[in-house]
């Protein structure tokens, strides 16, 4: 399975990105793979964003981003997609999209890793 994410760039506080993620699979079902996102800031530890049931069902943001970021996915064309929205400085990072084992916030339980996208949001 290889993800290519893409989408990063500079953006004013307050403003609006829209993140991608292509998936490659082979043997696999990509309408059958949990699917995320994760970021991290400069010196700090990779942290979870946001994720999506196989089926394309949402399950809890972290705090830091409910409300303002959406995730979604598209099993016909193996994408899935972070909107952005109200970004703040905080959000800057190199965000990265990851096929889970499982409906998990955890790093340990990414089974794939794209090569991550910078967002860098500017005050």
């Known amino acids: 399975v290889q993800l290519q994410a893409s989408g990063g760039g500079l953006v004013q506080a307050g403003g609006s990105l829209r993140l991608s993620c292509a998936v490659s699979?082979?043997?696999?079902?990509?309408?059958?793979?949990?699917m995320g996102w994760f970021r991290q800031a400069p010196g700090k530890d990779r942290e979870f964003v946001a994720s999506?049931?196989?089926?394309?069902?949402?399950?809890p943001y972290a705090d830091s981003v409910k409300g303002r970021f959406t995730v979604a996915r598209d099993n016909d064309e193996s994408t899935l997609s972070l909107q952005m929205n109200s970004l703040r400085p905080e959000d800057t990072a190199v965000y990265y999209c990851?096929?889970?084992?499982?409906?998990?916030?955890?790093?340990?339980?990414?089974?794939?890793w794209g090569q991550g996208t910078l967002v860098t949001v500017s005050s």
């Open positions: 990851a096929g889970l084992r499982s409906q998990s916030t955890r790093t340990s339980d990414v089974e794939y």
């Open positions: 699979v082979s043997g696999r079902t990509f309408s059958r793979i949990f």
């Open positions: 999506v049931t196989p089926s394309g069902g949402t399950t």
